[in-house]
């Protein structure tokens, strides 16, 4: 379904440049399929979740928590590959923490004085 958007927005040249290229690396077509098909039904379900938490939480909550996810992935990636982490990508990792850190604090002060 996203096939056309990807030609229209990559080109054909570089879909054919990385299909090869993954050829090129050992993969057969049948592994290629299979794997495409995999990350596509992954961001499905990935997608589905993302709505159902939505659903249920404040769309800041959710934006907040979000946030964390992507610095939680940067901070895995860093351990678990050794990505190396630029300074401008650790003070954005330390603003993101900060801001969802306030934002936590900021939240629960308002709903204590909302009781009271």
Same mark, same amino acid.
């Given at each position: 379904? #996203?096939?056309?958007?990807? #030609?229209?927005?990559?080109?054909p040249k570089a879909i054919t440049n990385a299909w090869s290229a993954?050829?090129?690396?050992?993969?057969t077509q049948g592994q290629l399929l299979r794997l495409l098909s995999i990350s596509g039904f992954l961001y499905y379900i990935y997608n589905e979740v993302a709505f159902l938490a939505l659903s249920e939480v404040a769309p800041v909550t959710?934006? !907040?928590?979000?946030?964390? &996810?992507? !610095? !939680?992935?940067?901070?895995a990636s860093v351990i678990v590959f050794r990505n190396p982490v630029s300074k401008l990508g650790a003070i954005g990792s330390g603003l993101a923490i900060a801001g969802a850190t306030a934002y936590s604090i900021a939240k629960s002060k308002f709903s204590?004085? &909302?009781k009271d």
């Open positions: 379904m #996203i096939l056309p958007f990807s #030609i229209g927005i990559e080109g993954a050829l090129s690396n050992g993969y959710h934006a !907040v928590t979000n946030t964390v &996810k992507r !610095v !939680v992935i940067i901070l204590k004085a &909302k």
